[in-house]
């Protein structure tokens, strides 16, 4: 399709478009599921400035998502913005998608940390007819500074850990994806269901090698433990994989992976780091919030949101 401009109230235009890369901080910003028709950019304008931006996939059963499969998609707001200028917005995407016929919308909201207009964004599309279709809490750390003094304070403690253990830790970018078979089986053993898709993790870390990080435990240089780390904006990173080989004899492995991670924002100097949810199923995974709870230091939720168009 071609660029759409629409002028609509208080001197703003809406803007939609084929999705594009450009001037994109979040990582998986245009990754759609395979299949989908096509990835839309919508774009609050006024002055010739975008205020405002959400990206939908739209599906062949005519539904529109904010990013199908990535954490998140929601709104990102680029400069100040009032409310009822954000709420004209969510009306003319909900009347364009409406014409265009699409049917559902679903709408995934980045937690607080990410997006500083989260509160006043989730209320609006309470008012406006969307209702909450799922909940997860994700737990942070947040504070550049505090990042730093946390991994100064832990320093000693854990380099006594993995001298004791005689292991030896690693972080860097990713070579290869044999990670990805150990971190199957392992929680597979363990009685853990893995739902990642392979290929498309293997596709975004080609096109994104700088923006992915594997952290490994070796024992006599076999890996017993991994975890992935994904900086899903430049200046934030992402918890996203991890597993340790149940048979290995390492202690405090997830306490091992956790400090690496700290240490690799630290010298990536981002500003949060988030640890992700804790689900089983449809219930809460207290005992892993609990231990996540010892490394951060903020909870926000991650609401998704539906409307039903037809």
Known sequence: MTTIKKEISKGFELLVSPSSSSQKDYLLSNFSIPGDLQLLDFHLVKNSKKKAIITFSISKDQKAK???LAPFGGFYILEKIQSDSLEIFINEITAYLLEIGINKIEITIAPKPYEGYYDLINYLLFKNGFSPKNLLCH??????KKIKKWVNLEQSKF????QKQGIKIISD???NFNFLNDIRQWNMERGYQMNFDENRIILQVSEYPERYFLISVLDLKNPIAHCLAVKLFPDTLYYFLSAINPKSHLKNGGDILLYQLFKLANEEKVRLIDLGSSDLGNDV???L???KSRFANDFSNKITWAKNLS
């Open 66 to 68: 904010s990013i199908p």
């Open 139 to 144: 737990q942070f750390f947040l504070g550049r």
């Open 159 to 162: 380099q006594s850990k993995t």
């Open 173 to 175: 970018s990713i070579n």
């Open 285 to 287: 995974n207290h005992p």
């Open 289 to 291: 919030m609990f231990f």
